[in-house]
């Protein structure tokens, strides 16, 4: 009877320091498991994975790892919430319509909800719309820690293209009136060369007249001077004789002058009148004592 109840004994003492002894090494694997994510945490974040870095924060902040641990890990889970950026897509149609059936993919794994916050680790990532019937749209986001409440519109489909309104018609122009043949010109009216040869002329023509005007003066001077010194006409004196010889030189240039500027006046005003216009040009005469100077502009 002792010696059943002896082994009895034995047998509850080795069950119980078993179980001890596998408790214990559980606990060390726990431990062991805590520890190694929590380096593992540390390392991630050194290299940007924040996704992964949660992942291995949330393993060591369990309440079966030990406290130092546990309490370092909750607090950087904090941390890494408030840092992990997140980026909201607003998708309509090229008339501004929300859009439900939008497939979005990013750096090429599907998203389940569009209308969803994307959590992402930072950086450059690809995200591609997809919608039945209209092209993909494909857009690059570079996305910043702490950045929680950024929002992107995204159009899907372009605009319908119209053609663009008419300008107004203009008022109408008309030719301006043009003048009646032989009708006077303006001064905004060009001659053309025949009518400035005409006009050249018709200026030396008047220099003409003035000259037949100034010899036929001395003509009737001359006569004039001849006559009082020698009425008789013979045997006058070698002066009145000198002036009655003058007298009929002037009259022969008088008469020559005024034939010939008269013909080129005429000539001239016909050549002016009768050619087309552009630009009036002007002739004009100076004269001063012992000389004269005709003057014109011809363009």
Same mark, same amino acid.
């Given at each position: 009877?002792?010696?059943?109840?002896?082994?009895?004994?034995?047998?509850?003492?080795?069950?119980?320091?078993?179980?001890?002894?596998?408790?214990?090494?559980?606990?060390?694997?726990?431990?062991?498991?805590?520890?190694?994510?929590?380096?593992?945490?540390?390392?991630?974040?050194?290299?940007?994975?924040?996704?992964?870095?949660?992942?291995?924060?949330?393993?060591?902040?369990?309440?079966?790892?030990?406290?130092?641990?546990?309490?370092?890990?909750?607090?950087?889970?904090?941390?890494?919430?408030?840092?992990?950026?997140?980026?909201?897509?607003?998708?309509?149609?090229?008339?501004?319509?929300?859009?439900?059936?939008?497939?979005?993919?990013?750096?090429?794994?599907?998203?389940?909800?569009?209308?969803?916050?994307?959590?992402?680790?930072?950086?450059?990532?690809?995200?591609?719309?997809?919608?039945?019937?209209?092209?993909?749209?494909?857009?690059?986001?570079?996305?910043?820690?702490?950045?929680?409440?950024?929002?992107?519109?995204?159009?899907?489909?372009?605009?319908?293209?119209?053609?663009?309104?008419?300008?107004?018609?203009?008022?109408?122009?008309?030719?301006?009136?043009?003048?009646?043949?032989? /009708?006077? =010109?303006?001064? &905004?009216?060009? +001659?053309?060369?025949?009518?400035?040869?005409? $006009?050249?002329? *018709?200026? !030396?023509?008047?220099?003409?007249?003035?000259?037949?005007?100034?010899?036929?003066?001395?003509?009737?001077?001359?006569?004039?001077?001849?006559?009082?010194?020698?009425? /008789?006409? =013979?045997?006058? &004196?070698?002066? +009145?004789?000198?002036?009655?010889?003058?007298? $009929?030189?002037? *009259?022969? !240039?008088?008469?020559?002058?005024?034939?010939?500027?008269?013909?080129?006046?005429?000539?001239?005003?016909?050549?002016?009148?009768?050619?087309?216009?552009?630009?009036?040009?002007?002739?004009?005469?100076?004269?001063?004592?012992?000389?004269?100077?005709?003057?014109?502009?011809?363009?």
């Amino acid at each position: 009877m002792n010696s059943n109840r002896r082994c009895s004994a034995t047998i509850a003492l080795t069950v119980a320091a078993s179980i001890l002894v596998g408790d214990a090494r559980a606990q060390t694997a726990t431990e062991a498991a805590c520890y190694a994510a929590n380096e593992q945490a540390v390392a991630l974040r050194k290299v940007g994975r924040l996704i992964d870095e949660g992942k291995a924060l949330a393993t060591c902040a369990a309440q079966s790892c030990p406290d130092v641990v546990k309490a370092s890990c909750q607090q950087r889970l904090e941390e890494l919430n408030r840092a992990l950026p997140r980026i909201v897509f607003d998708v309509k149609d090229a008339s501004g319509k929300d859009i439900p059936d939008v497939q979005l993919t990013v750096d090429g794994a599907v998203q389940v909800n569009v209308n969803a916050a994307v959590t992402l680790d930072p950086g450059d990532h690809e995200f591609r719309f997809e919608v039945t019937g209209q092209d993909p749209v494909v857009r690059h986001f570079v996305l910043r820690e702490s950045e929680q409440d950024r929002r992107e519109p995204i159009v899907i489909g372009g605009a319908v293209a119209t053609a663009p309104p008419l300008p107004p018609p203009g008022p109408a122009t008309t030719a301006p009136p043009q003048p009646p043949p032989g /009708s006077a =010109t303006t001064p &905004s009216e060009a +001659a053309s060369p025949m009518g400035t040869i005409g $006009l050249v002329a *018709g200026g !030396v023509g008047v220099v003409g007249l003035i000259v037949g005007s100034i010899f036929g003066g001395l003509t009737i001077s001359s006569s004039g001077s001849a006559n009082n010194a020698c009425p /008789s006409h =013979t045997g006058c &004196s070698a002066q +009145a004789t000198n002036d009655r010889n003058n007298a $009929l030189t002037y *009259g022969t !240039v008088s008469t020559v002058a005024f034939i010939a500027g008269g013909g080129l006046v005429g000539g001239g005003l016909t050549l002016y009148f009768t050619a087309p216009k552009s630009r009036a040009p002007s002739v004009g005469v100076q004269m001063a004592p012992g000389r004269m100077a005709m003057t014109g502009r011809f363009w």
